[in-house]
């Protein structure tokens, strides 16, 4: 029984920050990789960034490379600093992790197990 909780959405205006936190508690899980994805309305989910545990790697989706920042924290929590933020950034943001270890990097939402409960993000114009 894995539970990932996300927390930090809000509204913010354009070129703003804002940062999200996800929690994850009970069960076992792979703790090498966690991602972030987010969905908008009409539009299927799609990957934003993630994180090898051990390592420190990172992998972002070319939308927010340069302005999105994922970090590790303690206790099995991922972050995920969002500056310079555009209007196309809003969405519903998931965190995410895969049941089992991965040795790629996972970018399809198909490849990932737990998710939390989402935290809206708006940037306004």
């Known amino acids: 029984q894995v539970q990932l909780v996300e927390s930090g959405g809000g509204l913010v205006q354009a070129g703003g920050s804002l940062r999200l936190s996800c929690a994850a508690s009970?069960?076992?899980?792979?703790?090498?990789?966690m991602g972030w994805f987010r969905q908008a309305p009409g539009k299927e989910r799609e990957f934003v960034a993630s994180i090898s545990w051990s390592g420190g790697s990172t992998d972002y989706d070319d939308s927010v490379k340069g302005r999105f920042t994922i970090s590790r924290g303690n206790e099995r929590t991922v972050y995920l600093q969002m500056n310079k933020m555009k209007p196309e950034d809003t969405a519903v943001y998931y965190c995410a992790a895969p049941a089992r270890y991965s040795s790629r990097w996972l970018r399809s939402h198909y490849e990932y197990d737990y998710w939390g409960q989402g935290t809206q993000v708006t940037v306004s114009s």
């Open positions: 009970g069960g076992t899980f792979s703790m090498e990789i």
